[in-house]
DNA sequence: TTAAACACTACTAATTTGATGGACAAGATA
DNA sequence: TATCTTGTCCATCAAATTAGTAGTGTTTAA
């Protein structure tokens, strides 16, 4: 499961990668917009700023900005910071990997073997999606809406 | 993430496959043979046979089977019954489908997009995968080691 | 009738999740 | 320089979930 951490973590990262470059976006304001409470909001930023992820500027005009390009950020990274690794299972997992204490034979464990496959197959699209890509499919979702 | 509870009841699983038709296994046998608490694995297989995934004998020489043949019973069932739906976030459900309480509009929402591609691939993955697969290529991998 | 097995209920300790509150620091502007 | 606004950081917290454990009851074969 996908923590509310990390699903908020998502919104706020789409949020600024709406911005211009160079301009900043306050955490009220992105908390508003996504409907985030403010202060765990923060902490989030925080985290995603002591991750390179974002940038920060302090005082007043203060706010956030995304520290890279849009199209260089994925989901994958994002959910990794919050959540931890994307496996289903830590066994599975090759960020992350743990032995399971409980398991007799790891290489014949079928278990394993599908929780991988699950695991590769998640990596693969949200390691794929980019903020560039989210933001593009939002707004051309809005777009399509304000034709119907 | 997967529940201890749905490793167990994976492994159970196919520990119950690998079962002649007609033979019953103790739930402190299986205990014994995956390195799983047996009080905890009782609980698991009562809720798999309440489920209708086995069936369940009591009094002396009673134990579990299989309720089904193993080509009929997917990972996906088991995990859906252990920890509820496959997908890492509820609006992105199809069988535990419920909203976003901080969701401004469902229909642009590419987190939920995402993490529907998600659930559609660990799902494929999941509901694709029986025990009797995964009987298969544990026997495969066991025979394997022996040879090498 | 008794021993061995599943069935069921209840409880609990530890961890995780989802926050909140407040003091402090930095920076823009009057 | 004063001050207001905004980010930073630390501490705390309540509720839910997880991962069990314990014990009693019930069924059945021998």
Redesign the interface.
């Known amino acids: ?2 923590s509310q951490k990390a ?1 908020y973590a ?2 706020a990262m ?1 949020a600024l990668a709406t911005q211009e470059e160079g301009d900043l976006m306050q955490a009220a304001d992105i908390a508003e917009r ?3 409470p403010r202060k765990f909001l923060e902490l989030i930023l925080l985290d995603l700023r002591k991750h390179g992820l974002v940038r920060s500027q302090r005082g007043k005009l203060g706010g956030y900005a995304l520290a890279k390009p849009a199209d260089t950020i994925t ?1 994958g990274q994002i959910i990794r910071i919050m959540d931890g690794p994307l496996a ?2 830590p066994c599975a997992s090759l960020t992350g990997y743990r032995r ?6 790891e ?5 394993r ?3 991988r ?2 695991r590769d ?2 990596a ?3 390691d794929g ?1 980019t903020l560039a ?3 593009g ?2 707004a051309a ?2 777009k399509a ?1 304000i034709g119907a």
């Open positions: 499961m996908l699903k998502l919104k789409i996504q409907n985030v989901f289903p299972i399971c204490a409980d398991c007799r034979d290489k014949a464990c079928a278990v073997k599908t929780m496959e699950v197959a998640a693969a699209i949200l999606m890509d989210a933001t499919t939002e979702a809005l809406a």
